[in-house]
């Protein structure tokens, strides 16, 4: 279906705007889900958060949401590696409990993942995916489902956030933390609020800029977001866009900013000074800049050029959702303004299925 029967980016903008309502359904569900996915996980071994694309994002997000929550070790893996570079990813005696992320649940490198951790290497899996009657439930020992987050688009929105959202839930339930699963549930009306009020913002920025490329920087438990919105701009409009840890962006990459650059800064609140003096330096030195915090002092209002200003009353980590929404709508209106359709992205497809040639273990891109 090319959807040619919407306008362009009708679904992703539905999607992106559906966010407070999709995450109050899936709270319900975890609630559903928790208990039983408690007995069957190793809650003391170290987590190992695997997914490709926007999901590899998620896993980004996830891991430090877990150590933070839990104060356990965790990590994140794009699939590939799980499946190239397994003694890399699996090493040391420690016990894993891995997480496959996928909205599908039909991405190949992520199902060849959880096969190779289930039959090769005895590890029981769990999955997360917006998608039931699909092949990694059948790989996986347990799977957690948030069907309401699942997309038309095939750009992830929704279920980036909500599958985060799902992962950071049973984080602090596994964890006891009763006073974070009710700052997550006060999320919702929060974000209706900061997306009505964001979204003009960002629609008004990107009718009145024109940019060459794009940067998104972050810090700490920030970096897995910066990663998702830095894929969102190159998504939805074909625009150039990296990604750094904040202060990385001082050793080289910063010689590309000019006026035609649009930095965006998701500022932390514990790393927000060191990150505050990176954005005076980097508006120095001429770039355009966006940034996502929490809370601004005068510096930082000084130095941004649009500032989406959260005022979010939750812990530092449970701010990663919300910190999202902004990337989904510069990407949205960029595309459009660019003539794309962000709803069916060119190149790409909703999941990433390769015919897989085992005779020589290499797998090539199936047309899909
Ligand atoms: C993962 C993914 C998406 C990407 C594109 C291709 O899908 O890489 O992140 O945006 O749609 O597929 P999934 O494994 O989460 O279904």
New binding site residues.
């Given amino acids: 279906m090319n959807g040619s029967e919407y306008p362009p980016g009708y679904h992703t903008r539905n999607e992106i705007l559906s966010q407070p309502a999709c995450w109050e359904q899936c709270f319900r569900l975890m609630k559903e889900q928790l208990a039983g996915i408690r007995k069957q996980v190793q809650s003391q071994a170290d987590w190992l958060f695997v997914?490709?694309?926007?999901?590899y994002y998620i896993a980004q997000s996830a891991a430090a949401s877990w150590t933070a929550l839990t104060r356990l070790r965790a990590k994140a893996a794009p699939a590939s590696e799980v499946l190239l570079f397994p003694d890399l990813i699996l090493s040391g005696s420690e016990t894993y409990q891995p997480v496959l992320?996928?909205?599908?649940g039909?991405?190949s490198e992520?199902l060849r993942a959880a096969e190779y951790l289930e039959l090769r290497r005895n590890i029981r899996t769990l999955a997360i995916s917006c998608a039931n009657h699909q092949p990694l439930e059948a790989i996986s020992s347990s799977t957690l489902y948030l069907l309401p987050a699942d997309e038309k688009s095939?750009?992830?929105t929704r279920s980036f956030t909500s599958m985060l959202l799902g992962l950071q839930s049973l984080a602090a339930f596994m964890a006891g933390d009763e006073d974070f699963l009710s700052a997550l549930a006060r999320l919702p009306g929060m974000a209706d609020r900061a997306l009505e009020s964001m979204k003009p913002l960002i629609e008004e920025f990107v009718k009145a800029h024109e940019f060459a490329d794009y940067v998104f920087l972050a810090q700490g438990p920030f970096l897995g977001v910066a990663s998702e919105s830095h894929l969102k701009i190159k998504?939805m409009s074909c625009s150039y866009a990296q990604v750094f840890h904040t202060l990385e962006f001082r050793h080289g990459p910063k010689a590309i900013v000019g006026p035609e650059t649009l930095v965006t800064f998701l500022l932390s609140e514990t790393g927000y000074g060191a990150e505050r003096d990176v954005l005076s330096e980097i508006k120095g030195l001429g770039a355009t800049t966006l940034v996502i915090t929490n809370q601004a002092d005068a510096v930082v209002r000084q130095n941004a050029d649009l500032l989406i200003e959260l005022n979010l009353d939750v812990p530092e980590v449970a701010r990663l959702a919300p910190y999202t929404l902004a990337g989904q709508i510069l990407g949205l209106c960029t595309g459009l303004k660019k003539g794309h359709n962000p709803d069916w992205p060119r190149n790409?497809?909703?999941?990433?299925v390769l015919s897989d040639d085992r005779e020589n273990g290499s797998f090539q891109h199936a047309s899909v």
């Fill in positions: 997914g490709c694309g926007s999901s992320v996928s909205r599908s039909h991405t992520v095939t750009v992830m998504e790409l497809s909703r999941a990433v």
